[in-house]
């Protein structure tokens, strides 16, 4: 099952004023670009978003999931019923695989549950706006859109289950 995974303890500001901290995306068994990949993480919530916007849309563009510090790139597209993704490692093929149903709705839960843990976890620091001055654009971009996502995630597991439930599928079998 495909998932945005993050440890929202390691996120600490750099004396630029980004954003560090533990990212990386778990694809079935295998972590990329490795389990507790370090990066500049508001910054890659950022960029992500628009892969994340095609898919809750329904766009037929690919996403891409790229890593600030790792030639890594994930590349997710939409097929009926799910996403193939694609990882290339310094633009060769790493890992690939598919994701159906749930997979697909645990990759869009699980990224508007890290966007919401960093916001959190940034708006602690009283001085917020000081300490993080170096991504101030791109936390305001993942604070407008949250809402935005949510609302979208949520449509889009009522037409997963309407679709599963005309289907016979459940979530228990899958």
């Known amino acids: 099952m495909a998932k945005i995974r993050s440890d ?7 004396d630029t004023g980004s954003a560090l901290g533990q990212i990386w995306i778990e694809f079935s068994d295998r972590a990329l670009p490795c389990p507790r990949w370090d990066d ?21 563009e690919p996403g891409i999931f790229a890593f600030m510090d790792d030639p890594y790139e ?7 019923g799910g996403l193939d993704y694609i990882c290339t490692f310094h633009e060769k093929e790493h890992a690939s695989g598919n994701e159906q149903g749930e997979g697909v709705t645990e990759l869009l839960t699980s990224y508007c549950a ?20 170096g991504c101030l654009s791109q936390l305001e971009n993942l604070k407008t859109e949250l809402p935005r996502f949510e609302s979208l995630l949520k449509n889009y597991k009522q037409s997963r289950g309407q679709a599963a439930a005309q289907s016979g599928e459940t979530d228990l079998n899958p």
């Open 74 to 80: 994930i590349t997710v597209t939409p097929v009926p």
């Open 114 to 133: 890290v966007v919401r843990a960093v916001i959190e976890r940034v708006e602690q620091d009283p001085d917020w706006r000081k300490t993080y001055d």
């Open 40 to 60: 500049f993480i508001v910054f890659v919530l950022d960029w992500w978003r628009w892969g994340i916007r095609n898919i809750l849309t329904g766009a037929k």
């Open 8 to 14: 929202i303890e390691t996120l600490r500001a750099t």
